[in-house]
């Protein structure tokens, strides 16, 4: 049995920098210029950002997959947040790319995410593209930026042969590229080709033993819990009984009901999946971030995801004082209890205890942004509670 690259030569990637350098805007042009969208399909701008909270903060919070088709090929994108507070969704996409784009602002250089980040992707040994974006800026200083990119990968220490990796120039608010940057670009097809001629073809034997990795989570109303996983050998198919071995280290029997595959920002249905592809399962409940499907006969689970400790608590409380009531529907202990539960179907960065008393829950999370998000979305949807001042020290119970 030989490692073959996959039939149509798939590419996955991530994108990655500090907050606000222009990762979604840079996904949204490259999902407009390989011909996604209908020529009349009107789309929001940054799309991927498609939650009420990040269209109206302008940031990402959830890390997302789009898949773009580029000739014959296809390439997995997974857009990433890059607030601190959301540094556990970046670390997890790692997991299911071979290569990723760092984008550093042409004027702000790299900031404390972009170190961050890049020493992740290191670790994981991916394959790095150097990506300055937001050159129209007046103030951009490309080579001075360029430089210090240099130092942050040296700092890192990161292999010689790494230190190699190209660098291109863009403004990705315009959709343009360019790998000379006293030629101004006209499009991103020097981004594209780039890609294709950096970044390794996922690789994997089709008919080898079965491995397919659960790297993120994702919910749907109708469909209930989805599990985004990539596939590193073997094929899954609907309708299939398999293994699926659990962080506990048990191994269950699951049938596979509903499996699709990423077409732009479309989930397809599929009956089989392709070596190497990022695929999402419906219909397993209770299944999570670092689980692997395996073959019936002799499982062979991949490694574990690490997923980091929480580092903030704050309890939220039933309202109980004389105005209760007034701002919201949703009040009682049940209410807020359920809510939570289904909260942590697909955020799997917060915990929640208990805390003994049956109006307190202590929610752990990553950061004050990350809890403040879900605050705010429960109040949005008609809850009201009480919530303490943060307790940073907060130990996680291990
Ligand atoms: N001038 C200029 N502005 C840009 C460019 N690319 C993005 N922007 C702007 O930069 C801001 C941030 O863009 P986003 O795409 O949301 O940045 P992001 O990296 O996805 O942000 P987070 O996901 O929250 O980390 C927006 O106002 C964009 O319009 C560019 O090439 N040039
Ligand atoms: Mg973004």
Redesign the pocket.
Known sequence: MSISTTAQAIRNIAII??????????V?AMLRQSGTFRSNEAVA??VM?SNDLEKER???ILAKNTAIQYHNSKINIV?????ADFGGEVERALKMVDGILL?VDASEGPLPQTRYVLSKALEAKLTPIVVI?????PDARVQEVLNEVYDLFIDLDADESVLEFPVIY?????GTATMDIDVPGTDLQPLFELIFKTIPAATGTPDGDLQVLVTNLDYSDYLGRLAICRVFNGTLKAGQEISLSKIDGHIETVKITKLFTFHGLKREDTTETEVGDIIAVAGIPGITIGESFCALENPKPLPLIHIDEPTIAIVFSVNNGPFAGREGKLVTSRNIKERLERELLTNVSIRVEDTGTPDNFKVLGRGELQLSVLIEMMRREGFELMVSRPNHRHQARQ
Do not use: F, W
């Open positions: 920098a500090h907050v606000d350098h222009g990762k979604t805007t840079l949204d701008e940054r950002d302008g940031i990402t857009d990433t947040p890059g607030h984008l974006n937001k050159i129209d800026r863009t403004n990705g608010k315009a």
